[in-house]
Structure formats: structure tokens, C-alpha cells
């Protein structure tokens, strides 16, 4: 990249929402975040990439002699597993393809949320839309939880508040309910012209049965109890009025929030409440979520094998078993790790095995047999993402120079070498 001033516009990787608006200067080898940036996208983009080298046992080694004694581990290996998965589409495309010849397991540091979203998917089916129609059409949001504002920081600014309706007739002022926790600031999702957000007070542990009561009411069920949880019913009562009234309401949730033992269940009531509704007006439930491309490499594996993420690859052939193929189950069943983490610096996990480490240059000194430092999509390397609403796909751009070699490249000299024993 050219020394000189030059100023960007670039689609950001830190959240599922790829906001492709933001505007980036690039100066003497150092970015700044000049407009629509949120704090997610300043840590990404202004993030400090230290030099690394390719690692064995934690010595500097030269990249053909770090890939060889990779392939040598997986080759010797009886049980691999490949997880982290923080990758983009080419990314996981190559992935796909060494894991189907090493007969691995695979499963991404995210998929115990996603997999909450596609229990339901599966065994009930739902009713979803996408962002661009919530922006266009949504009169009534109702926001279950309190972490979309930490997950999604511009939610409100590039969704609900930005911009006029695609077809000439502009929305009336949204409303804005959100269904969260006493000491939850919901002052953001106050509108432009200052109408404030209603705030239900209800904390994580009692969504199940809050959740549950609110779809009963949907069916026009009667609720003899005067309170659900601490939230009086006359008032549950009144926010399914609002729904029902509403044109066209959007139920939305971030599925790694609930992070509880059947927690698929509240998901499977949000989703059967919008059924509910839509016998009456129209309703649309919309899951949050996305980081480490974790939507992109669900999208790639399903449309390579057939199944959602959590596999085993063997002679050619995919399993599927949200259970049994679980990483945090099979880690210290492995005798090979392979943890990938491309854009953010996490670290694996720790874990009886050899772990060969695949990503972010900053991953440098975490233990590990074998470390391979990659560039970082949509910083170092060029690539594509899928939206959280996976409608659209977006490009993302390399803006900073670097050395190093993709992901694919790496897994590509490592299938070379595997192939050469």
C-alpha cells in the first residue's frame, strides 16, 4: 500500500451487520476511522498487527518447515479436530477441502449460539426477514435481551433511524420496545426526533417464562396470574395489542446471549409467537448475531455437505451431529487441534492434544506445537462475508499491506505436503 494519505470506503468485518459505509484514512502504514465507525470497528481497523514468524514449539522456523510439521501431526493423527473456524468464504472453501482429506472433525467457536437458532429452524421452522426490510417496512421492534447494542453497536443508526423508505412512502415514527434487564441503557434507542424506547424490565434467568406467557397471549390464551416474573400480565397483555396493532413488527434476539441450558426453547416461543401474530398482521422474527465469520462459514459448509456446522469427514463423506461433534466435547479426545482464528486474536482453548495454531499474527506466543501467522481478512487480505440476515454477501477489502500468506495458501501447502507422505 502506497505511504501517501488516502481515503477509503470499506465494508467492516467486526459484526454481522457488514456495514459497508464506513470510511477509513490511511496514512504512513496507520488507519483511522474518519466516519460511520462504531468502537468495533475502530479496534478492528486500528488494531496494532505485530511482525510474526511461523513457530515450532514456540522457536522462529521458516513457513515450508512449519507447514511440513503440520501435515506431519495431521498424518500421524488418529483423531483430528479443526475449530475456531474464524474465516471467510475462500477461507472455509479451502478448509473444507484439507478437513475431507484428513477425515476431521469440525465445528466452529461459535455454533453452540448458532445451532440454538437452527434447532428451531429444523424441528419447528420460523418466520424471518432480513435487515434491509425491517429498515423498509417495520413500524413495531420489540428487542429481546440487552447485548444487541454491545454486539451491534450502529443497530439503530444504519437500521432503524437512517434514510427514506425504497418505495416513496416514508414510515411513520417506529416503536421501540425492549425487553431487558433494570440496569440496561436504552437511551440509543431513542429516535432522532427523541421519542424514547419503552423498556420492559426482565432479566435473562426469567425470559423462559416471560416468553412463554407473551406467546400465549399471542393465541388469545387467558393468564389468571396477576404477575409473570415481576412484570405485571395487563402489561404483557398491552404489548401484544401493540404487536397485533402494529403493520408490520419485527421480534429480535441475539441467540448467544441466552446462554442457558435449553435456552433453544425461549427462541422456539419468540418464533411461534411471530406465527402467532401473523394471523393477525403481519410479523417477522429477526436473529442477531455474527462475528469470526461465523455466518459465512455456515453458509459454506451447508452448501457444500447438506448439513450445519458440527461434522465428520470420512472416505468422502460428511456427518452431521449437534451433539457428538461438539469441539468443546472432542478437544481432549483429539490427538491433533487445529485452531483457526484469522480475525481476531483468540486464543484456542486449552486441551491434552498437539494444537497447531492457524491465524492472527498477534496469536504468536500462545502455546502451541506449530503456529502459522495468516493475514486478517478485511484488513490484510481481500475476501467475502455473509450478512447476519445471509440475504447479501459483501466484499471485504484489504487496506494494509503484509508478508504473510492468506489462510487458503497455508492450507493449500499443507494439503501439498499431507499428499507427500
Not at 474465516?87 to 478437513?99: C, Y
Amino acid at each position: 500500500m502506497s505511504n501517501q494519505q488516502e481515503d477509503l470506503a470499506v465494508t467492516c468485518p467486526a459484526c454481522g451487520l457488514l456495514c459497508d459505509d464506513i470510511r477509513i484514512k490511511q496514512q504512513d502504514g496507520h488507519l483511522d476511522v474518519e466516519a460511520q465507525g462504531c468502537a468495533l470497528a475502530q479496534s478492528f481497523f486500528q488494531q496494532s498487527v505485530p511482525n510474526a514468524h511461523a513457530k515450532i514449539q514456540g522457536k522462529n522456523v521458516s513457513l515450508a518447515q512449519a507447514v511440513q510439521a503440520a501435515s506431519d501431526l495431521l498424518y500421524n493423527s488418529k483423531q483430528s479436530l479443526f475449530c475456531g473456524l474464524g474465516t471467510d468464504v475462500s477461507g472455509m472453501r479451502a478448509l473444507l477441502t484439507l478437513v475431507n482429506q484428513t477425515g476431521a472433525y469440525l465445528d466452529h467457536m461459535n455454533s453452540s449460539a448458532g445451532l440454538r437458532n437452527i434447532q428451531v429452524l429444523q424441528q419447528h421452522g420460523w418466520q424471518t426477514t432480513t435487515l434491509t426490510e425491517v429498515k423498509q417496512r417495520a413500524d413495531v421492534i420489540l428487542i429481546i435481551g440487552s447485548h444487541i447494542v454491545s454486539q451491534h453497536p450502529r443497530f439503530f443508526q444504519r437500521i432503524l433511524w437512517q434514510g427514506d423508505a425504497l418505495f416513496g412512502e416514508r414510515l411513520p415514527e417506529r416503536e421501540i420496545i425492549v425487553l431487558g434487564p433494570a440496569d440496561l441503557d436504552i437511551s440509543v434507542a431513542t429516535s432522532p426526533t427523541g421519542k424514547a424506547a419503552q423498556h420492559i424490565v426482565c432479566e435473562n434467568a426469567q425470559l423462559p417464562e416471560v416468553l412463554a406467557s407473551l406467546h400465549a397471549l399471542a393465541l388469545g390464551k387467558t393468564i389468571h396470574a396477576e404477575q409473570i416474573a415481576h412484570i405485571p400480565t395487563q402489561t404483557l397483555q398491552q404489548l401484544v395489542d401493540v404487536l397485533r396493532a402494529a403493520k408490520y413488527s419485527v421480534l429480535t434476539w441475539l441467540a448467544k446471549e441466552l446462554d442457558f441450558p435449553h435456552a433453544e426453547l425461549c427462541i422456539q416461543q419468540i418464533t411461534q409467537t411471530v406465527r402467532a401474530l401473523n394471523q393477525h398482521t403481519r410479523s417477522s422474527a429477526l436473529p442477531l448475531g455474527g462475528s469470526d465469520g461465523d455466518y459465512s462459514v455456515y453458509q459454506v459448509n451447508t452448501w457444500t455437505t447438506g448439513f450445519p456446522i458440527r461434522n465428520r469427514f470420512y472416505q468422502g463423506n460428511a456427518e452431521y451431529d449437534p451433539f457428538h461433534f461438539s469441539a468443546e466435547r472432542l478437544q481432549d479426545q483429539s490427538d491433533v487441534r487445529v485452531w483457526i482464528s484469522c480475525f481476531q486474536p483468540k486464543p484456542p482453548p486449552t486441551s491434552e492434544g498437539k494444537t497447531i495454531i492457524i491465524g492472527h499474527p498477534a496469536l504468536q506466543d500462545c502455546p502451541c506445537d506449530v503456529f502459522i501467522p495468516v493475514k486478517i481478512p478485511g484488513l490484510q487480505q481481500s475476501g467475502t462475508l455473509f450478512r447476519v440476515d445471509s440475504s447479501v454477501s459483501l466484499p471485504i477489502q484489504a487496506v494494509m499491506a503484509s508478508e504473510l500468506n492468506s489462510l487458503q495458501e497455508v492450507l493449500r501447502q499443507i494439503e501439498e505436503a499431507y499428499h507427500a507422505h
